[in-house]
């Protein structure tokens, strides 16, 4: 019998430990993350760094695809007493893709094994065909790697030629978002 995703509300993707787990999100997702933590009074809470950068214009410039949203603990969104995300309608699409995980920079799909429904089901899910298994995460998944593709060629049709910098060689001072090009 085939059966879908379902998630169990367990918390474990809403609390960070370690920096490799943070989400990922996109310059638009960042700004409207910022304007929703100051609607609820915890702009303190809430921080990014560059995650996915590129220099362009001979180093004149560098260009940010997606930002690592910098959580420790519990994530500044999540109600611990209705264990459910305060945002979730409109939550960035690397939680909506969750427990997927989209890897641009090795073009490759993970599933994460952090996830309680993921570890239950492990057998069931490497004997299925993903997408099946993950309908409306898959869909998330497809939006942020079409999205991902899209700012690339902007990049590429502004500017020719461009280069993936590892973030700690980034000048802030330069910095761009890619849909403010
Ligand atoms: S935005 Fe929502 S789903 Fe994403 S980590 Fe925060 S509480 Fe969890
Ligand atoms: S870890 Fe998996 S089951 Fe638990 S809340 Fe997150 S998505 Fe749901």
Redesign the pocket.
């Known amino acids: 019998m085939s059966k879908t995703f379902t998630c169990l509300r367990c ?1 474990r ?2 609390y ?1 430990v370690c920096e490799q787990e943070l ?1 990922i999100v996109f310059p638009y997702e960042k700004r409207f ?1 910022i304007e929703k933590a100051r609607e609820l009074g915890i702009s303190g809470k809430i921080s990014f760094k560059p995650y996915e950068v590129y220099r362009v214009n001979e180093g004149r410039e560098y260009v940010v695809v997606a930002y690592k ?1 910098i ?1 420790r603990g ?6 611990k007493t209705s264990r ?5 309608q409109v ?2 699409l ?3 893709m ?1 427990p997927l995980i989209l890897n641009v920079t090795h073009n490759a799909i993970h599933v994460s094994e952090a996830c309680c429904w993921v570890r239950n089901n492990l057998n069931y899910i490497l004997s299925s065909n993903p997408a099946d298994v993950f309908q409306e995460e898959i869909k998330a998944l497809l939006e942020a790697y079409i999205l991902f593709i899209n700012y690339i060629n902007l990049i590429k049709d502004k500017y020719g030629d461009l280069e993936k910098v590892p973030p700690e060689h980034v000048k802030y001072s330069k910095l761009i978002d890619v849909d403010k090009l």
């Open positions: 918390d993707c809403c960070f989400p993350l949203w959580i519990y994530c500044p969104f999540y109600d459910a995300c305060k945002i979730h939550k960035p690397s939680c909506r969750y």
